[in-house]
């Protein structure tokens, strides 16, 4: 680049060209879970360039000010101004602290600042329909309605059969979650590590205009015609708020809602012997589906686990509740013994004479062993790992907390040949 108009063409072109893969949006889609890609992956892609195409448009923005006295009776510099401006707040709102403590409000702000930004460089650059800035936003532009086109259809085909609105789901009121269980019309071919958005319109007022992925927890076939997929959503700030709460859970609400999916990629564990699952709070929703395919697979002769522990640590034990009917069924389907569930309970105890440090034992056969201190992650891995069957691996979907202590343990154990793999869903 010989001088500063050089640069000065190319930051905008470049802010640009970043558009056309911002154009696909944040919320997962068909075409990027063809590629590969997990949800916080491709939210991570989608974030750093957005950063960039931001970054470059401020410099871009600059440079021309710099260059020439700003003329405010300009409609194109000042559109160029505005979508600077709207760029960079794009930039602050996006910043993790706001993402995760209003994300409503994120969201819609972020909506109307990306229309601002494109309406904006559309006033901005050169009037001819086909110079090189104006086809990539119209590339960028037809990208963003295809893919809501395609979206609306595959919404349509999941929620509506025999041209009636078919998806409901029923919602139980749990200790600090719910428990929603989603009657699927059109069902499809359930595996461990899906998740898919749902939206419940009768929620709220609001709740019509939001859709949150969320692990597929459990299944199971509720006649010839429906199944239904269970999900475990824990209480928050948002959109859970909206949601009926009852005083107990055997009370229920059943409400219409928008299934959209299922999303996400497996993680491949059937070929290793020794298979230790560590979970922690809301985590168990993304590890209970693997058990339950592991089982299946091992009675079907197709999985090679001939161990299966699974640690789940939780802040009360009021939270046991969230599947405690499922761990009784794992056990009953777990005719050979290979399945080990041991829970951990850091405080909050409800059973009488519990106190910190006492074990207990639960399920059938008292096969479920409760431990009312915290996850002493060393000690369990080493233990599983001396006695292990087969090659080894370690699925986490725990917080940072413990994930990091899953992980400085592993760092020790190089000389063990052991796995580590981590689902794509992080609880807090």
């Known amino acids: ?3 500063r108009t050089e640069i000065l063409q190319r930051t905008g072109l470049l802010s640009i060209v970043n558009l056309v893969p911002l154009a696909l949006g944040s919320h997962m889609n068909s075409i990027v879970s063809c590629c590969g890609l997990g949800y916080e992956a491709y ?15 401020v410099i871009h923005v600059i440079l021309a000010v710099v260059s020439q ?17 709207a760029m960079t707040a794009i930039l602050i709102t996006s910043l993790s602290i706001a993402r995760h403590h209003f994300y409503e409000i994120f969201l819609n702000i972020h909506r109307v600042l990306t229309v601002i930004v494109v309406t904006a460089i559309w006033i901005h650059v050169p009037g001819k329909l086909l110079s090189i800035p104006t086809i990539y936003l119209l590339v960028a532009c037809c990208i963003w309605a295809s893919l809501h086109l395609l979206r609306t259809c595959q919404i349509l085909y999941r929620n509506f059969r025999n041209w009636e609105y078919s998806c409901k789901v029923s919602i139980e009121s749990l200790p600090d979650a719910y ?28 709740a019509f205009f939001q859709s949150h992925p969320y692990m597929v927890a459990w299944w199971y076939a509720y006649d010839k015609d429906w ?22 859970s055997s009370q229920s609400t059943e409400l219409r809602a928008i299934v959209e999916g299922p999303y996400g990629m497996e993680i491949h564990l059937d070929e290793y012997g020794t298979v230790l699952l560590f979970a922690t709070g809301i985590g168990i929703a993304g590890q209970l589906p693997y058990v339950k395919q592991l089982l299946e697979n091992f ?6 686990a001939r161990r299966i522990a699974l640690f789940w640590q939780v802040d009360s034990e009021e939270h046991l509740k969230w599947v405690g009917q499922w761990m009784t069924d794992l056990l009953e389907q777990d005719s050979e013994y290979v399945l080990d569930i041991r ?14 440090g006492m074990v207990g034992r639960v399920g059938k056969h008292d096969r479920i062993i409760v431990n009312y201190r915290g996850l002493d992650v060393e000690n369990l891995i080493r233990s599983e790992i001396e006695g292990r069957k087969g090659r080894s ?36």
């Open 1 to 3: 680049m010989h001088n």
């Open 43 to 57: 939210n991570a892609i989608h974030r750093w360039m957005g950063r960039v195409a931001v970054i470059e448009g």
């Open 227 to 248: 199944d239904v997929v269970v999900f475990i959503i824990q209480r928050q700030t948002g959109f859970t708020q909206s949601l009926p709460s009852g005083s107990s």
């Open 343 to 356: 829970l951990f309970v850091t405080g909050n105890y409800i059973t009488n004479g519990a106190e910190h």
């Open 299 to 304: 009675h079907n002769y197709d999985a090679k």
């Open 69 to 85: 006295t700003p003329n405010l009776h300009s409609s194109t510099q000042v559109a160029a101004s505005v979508a600077a401006s």
């Open 393 to 428: 691996v370690i699925s986490l979907c725990v917080n940072n907390h413990v994930g990091e202590q899953v992980r400085e343990v592993v760092r020790q154990m190089l000389d063990k040949d052991i796995h580590l793999k981590e689902l794509p869903f992080h609880p807090l």
């Open 179 to 206: 428990q929603v269980h989603a009657k699927i019309s059109r069902p499809w071919k359930y595996r461990a590590g899906q998740y898919v958005y749902l939206c419940v319109p009768g929620a709220s007022y609001s």
